[in-house]
């Protein structure tokens, strides 16, 4: 069943598109991910935070991903990081056009 990831963290920039430059290599290193569908990147400069929306192919891959990240976030100096897990309900999401290809 896909499963869906939200993640967000403090974070202090680069927002835009000097984000968009010092993070294409890792955003080219999620792309690879085992079970990744899609990931949407959010950033939000007034309150200083990031994070991103992910669809993952199963709940397994989802959370083998979110242990990875944690990790490599507080490695960055990130000292705690919000995430939630959903599992999504493709017949409705299909109805109000959910992006659910390969799912």
């Known amino acids: 069943m896909p499963t869906l ?3 967000d963290f403090p974070y202090q920039g680069p927002w835009g598109e000097d984000m968009h430059t010092a993070m294409r290599g890792l955003a080219e ?3 690879q991910e085992a079970g990744l569908i899609w990931k ?3 950033e939000n400069q007034q309150t200083q935070e990031a994070g991103g929306i992910y669809l993952f192919s199963d709940r397994q891959s989802a959370e ?3 242990a990875m990240h944690t990790a490599r ?3 960055f100096g990130i ?3 919000n995430a939630k897990l959903f599992s999504v309900n ?3 999401s299909g109805i109000d056009r959910g992006p659910l290809r390969g799912a």
């Open 5 to 7: 990831l939200q993640v």
């Open 29 to 31: 290193s999620i792309a």
């Open 40 to 42: 949407i990147w959010t």
């Open 64 to 66: 083998a991903y979110l």
């Open 73 to 75: 976030l507080k490695s």
């Open 79 to 81: 000292p705690h990081v």
């Open 90 to 92: 493709a017949g409705l």
